[in-house]
């Protein structure tokens, strides 16, 4: 069992930076990798970048936010971070925590991260 508590949203203007942390506690030694997600009104949800625990720390981002977000993990504090910089006001979304272990995934309860023009 993983629960995960993800912080770090708000409201940020166009152009600038927010963090946001996941941190996973239960079963963690069960966790392959972990993401970020989004889900934006109207839309479904969307992957933003994985990045995987057991065999490293290898990273996937979605397109749309290659160049800008950066995600990151912390062993130490069972803490994954999603660095975003130059963020678009179409960044603006519900940003939830997912970890995939080898039975089932976990999610988050999402933190809301909102941009404006």
């Known amino acids: 069992q993983v629960q995960l508590v993800e912080s770090g949203g708000g409201l940020v203007q166009a152009g600038g930076s927010l963090r946001l942390s996941c941190a996973a506690s239960?079963?963690?030694?069960?966790?392959?990798?972990m993401g970020w997600y989004r889900q934006a009104p109207g839309k479904q949800r969307e992957l933003v970048a994985t990045?995987?625990?057991?065999?490293?720390?290898?990273?996937n981002y979605a397109n749309s936010v290659k160049g800008r977000f950066t995600i990151s993990r912390d062993s130490a504090k069972n803490t994954v971070y999603l660095q975003m910089n130059s963020l678009k006001p179409e960044d603006t979304a519900v940003y939830y925590c997912?970890?995939?272990?080898?039975?089932?995934?976990?999610w988050g309860q999402g933190t809301q991260v909102t941009v404006s023009s």
């Open positions: 997912n970890a995939d272990l080898w039975m089932y995934d976990s």
């Open positions: 239960g079963d963690i030694f069960s966790i392959k990798a």
């Open positions: 990045i995987t625990i057991r065999s490293g720390s290898s990273t």
